[in-house]
């Protein structure tokens, strides 16, 4: 693919929000998925999360990254051609992009996310990058990464990235699933760059999902903000506490919404009742804990050969390259 510019191009889907609403609020137990949290508000919130001196994934993942950079970048086949799953504000794809940049390596970019306001602040983060072409694709996952595979040439190599361990919102048959379908894209020559959170000490994690200044809370319960505004919904939010616990069978955090009495919320744009009674629980998220060698047995399950595996000490956070033969 030929590359003279870094405009931005966007590319667009439709929203299965409401009919994800209305069966996750209806299931047993009640549910919300996770990749909803990212409307504007819920993105900023999360890049304020980001910030927060009990939350290190972020910060950790980074300071890997600008460590290894130099040895992914050199892997890669000109032009290259990076695309990430959900790039947040842009902050980690943008320390390769600016290594690229500065040996004027002609590279486009692909974001992948449902979330517009996601999309526009990686963007941002972005085009100062002379030699970077952005290319936005507002779609689920996978749907997204074969618009993106549709519009790059056979003879171009994808450095796919996920990074933030967004892997560990999926339970384990999700991730597997998710990661064959990953494989099943991908050509030969392709790399998968994965970042994975750490197990650590209990108390360490709960202080990451609960923090004191409760800014984790308020994203969370930004999610029945969102349904009230496009659902016209009548949430009433100071009725529902955050909940985090540590469900160390499953090595995971699992974040819930608690209703803190008896209520009927009716989702009107749905034409939905909803009855809690008080106790009763939506469980927004779940974060999923890793061990290294774990990973690259997904990966391999998946049909991929890892290559390399690298660990940020500080913040127990993993990065791993996986190919693609």
């Not at 890997?64 to 051609?81: A, F, Y």
């Not at 689920?140 to 361990?165: A, K, T």
Request: charge should be negative; charged fraction near 25%.
């Amino acid at each position: 693919m030929s590359l003279s510019s870094n405009a931005i191009q966007p590319i667009y889907v439709d929203d299965a929000f409401p009919a994800d609403v209305v069966a996750g609020l209806t299931s047993e137990p009640k549910t919300l998925l996770s990749k909803y949290h990212y409307d504007t508000l819920g993105s900023k919130l999360f890049e304020s999360i980001c910030e927060l001196p009990w939350y290190t994934i972020t910060r950790g993942e980074c300071a890997l990254l600008e460590r290894i950079k130099d040895s992914v970048t050199d892997r890669l086949r000109d032009p290259v051609v990076l695309a990430e799953l959900g790039p947040g504000n842009g902050d980690k794809i943008a320390i390769l992009a600016r290594a690229l940049d500065a040996e004027r390596r002609e590279t486009s970019i692909h974001l992948v996310d449902v979330s517009e306001g996601a999309l526009d602040s990686a963007s941002r983060t972005l085009e100062s990058y002379s030699s970077v072409k952005v290319c936005k694709h507002k779609a689920s996952y996978i749907d997204g990464l074969r618009n993106v595979i549709d519009v790059v040439q056979p003879s171009e190599s994808i450095v796919l990235l996920f990074m933030g361990s967004n892997i560990g919102n999926l339970a384990p048959q999700e991730a597997e699933r998710f990661l064959v379908e990953i494989r099943a894209l991908l050509r030969a020559g392709d790399k998968f760059l994965i970042g994975t959170d750490l197990i650590k000490p209990v108390e360490q994690l709960l202080l990451a999902y609960d923090d004191p200044l409760g800014v984790t809370s308020a994203f969370n319960r930004n999610l029945l903000v969102r349904i009230n505004r496009e659902l016209e919904a009548d949430f009433d939010v100071d009725q529902y506490d955050f909940q985090v616990k540590w469900n160390s069978r499953h090595s995971r955090i699992e974040s819930y919404l608690v209703s803190r009495r008896d209520q009927t919320v009716c989702i009107e744009a749905v034409n939905c009742c909803v009855r809690f009674v008080k106790g009763d629980v939506i469980w927004t998220e779940s974060s999923h804990k890793y061990e290294s060698a774990e990973v690259a047995e997904m990966g391999r399950a998946a049909g991929f050969e890892c290559q390399e595996q690298w660990v940020e000490p500080t913040s127990a956070f993993l990065i791993t390259c996986f190919g693609v033969r």
